[in-house]
């Protein structure tokens, strides 16, 4: 048996625009995906969760092609969580040249499902490490992000960043653009969440992005104007001047509402934290319902929010510098 976790992430800055070439900073929390593998000897997956639903499942199916389900990862989260840890163990069967080999997986998380915090690639990155070192390889860090990173291409249909693997697989603040993934300097982030209790649908609202962008100069102005926002905030973060990363993550805010991916939940709780003090607040990854990210020192923007109509939960998240962890 083989046991990894793998954190969730925030967005300080950039998503969306970094669709189209344009650098964002994810930045890893300690909130984990565990998963724990054991091999199986008659090639079938298991997957087993108790918390992803209230009532748990249990799905198992063996290996041939034909004896594998269409899973169509949009239609629950259930299906979302079946389908990419399937997608990951097609990626440990092709790594390690073990083609046939089956596994019982269980999978324990504390990431909201579907809402901006990087579930599906913590879940991802941990089940590929655990199954391969169930499997007598251990992948370094750079191959564990790729492998990872292909398995979210494959099961999200070609659409996926870097990002979100390559951050939960090493930890810490990330600088991505393009195909170039690299770890920088970030202070210690008060940070604080806000959860709406939904998801949004990602390839819906990437899909909405680009064609705003292919129609309006104005949209491509925007997506462009976020590129300076993380800029900018690059440089906020190695100055560790924490009231301009919060005036900047505002002004990412604004630019991801005008095109289009913010909700009025979203929206509410950023003005509820931006009331209670906060230094800066915006939503984090595709939007359209979900977590929004404040940053505040003090307990007023968690305790603001937990008051707000619309928030389902709120925590604090502490950032972590561990990426995926061998138990
Ligand atoms: O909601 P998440 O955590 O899957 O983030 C999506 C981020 C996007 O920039 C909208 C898409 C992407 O793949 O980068």
């Not at 915090?117 to 992948?139: K, N, Y």
């Amino acid at each position: 048996m083989a046991i990894s976790s793998a954190p969730g992430k925030v967005y300080l800055f950039g998503e969306h625009a970094v669709v189209y070439g344009e650098p964002a900073v994810p930045c890893a929390i300690e909130r984990r995906a565990r998963v724990e593998v054991s091999r199986r000897e008659d090639g079938k997956l298991s997957v087993h969760s108790d918390d992803l639903t209230l009532d748990g499942f249990t799905v198992e199916y063996g290996v041939s092609p034909d004896e594998r389900p269409d899973i169509d990862v949009s239609e629950s989260l259930v299906t979302a969580a079946m389908g990419y840890v399937d997608g990951a163990i097609e990626q440990v069967r092709d790594v390690t040249g073990n083609d046939d080999v089956g596994f019982d997986v269980t999978i324990d998380s504390d990431i909201p499902l579907g809402a901006g915090l990087g579930s599906s690639a913590a879940v991802v990155v941990a089940a590929i490490d655990a199954a391969t070192r169930e499997l007598g390889t251990t992948l370094s860090t750079e191959e564990l992000a790729d492998r990872a990173y292909r398995t979210e291409h494959e099961v999200q249909d070609g659409q996926a960043s870097r990002a979100d693997t390559f951050c939960s697989a090493t930890g810490g603040a990330v600088r991505v653009e393009g195909e170039d993934c690299r770890s920088i300097e970030a202070p210690d982030l008060p940070i604080v969440i806000g959860f709406d209790g939904g998801a949004g649908d990602t390839g819906q609202l990437v899909a909405g992005v680009r064609n705003l962008r292919e129609e309006y100069d104005f949209a491509a102005d925007t997506v462009a104007a976020i590129g300076d926002v993380v800029r900018n905030g690059e440089e906020a973060l190695s100055a560790g001047d924490l009231e301009e990363i919060g005036r900047l993550m505002n002004f990412n805010h604004g630019l991801l509402s005008a095109l289009g991916v913010s909700s009025r939940s979203l929206d509410t709780m950023v003005w509820a934290a931006r009331d209670a003090g906060a230094m800066g607040a915006k939503l984090t990854g595709a939007g359209g319902g979900g977590c929004i990210v404040a940053l505040d020192p003090t307990p007023e923007t968690e305790t603001a929010l937990s008051f707000t109509p619309g928030c389902e939960d709120a925590f604090r998240a502490a950032l972590t510098e561990e990426g995926v962890k061998r138990i």
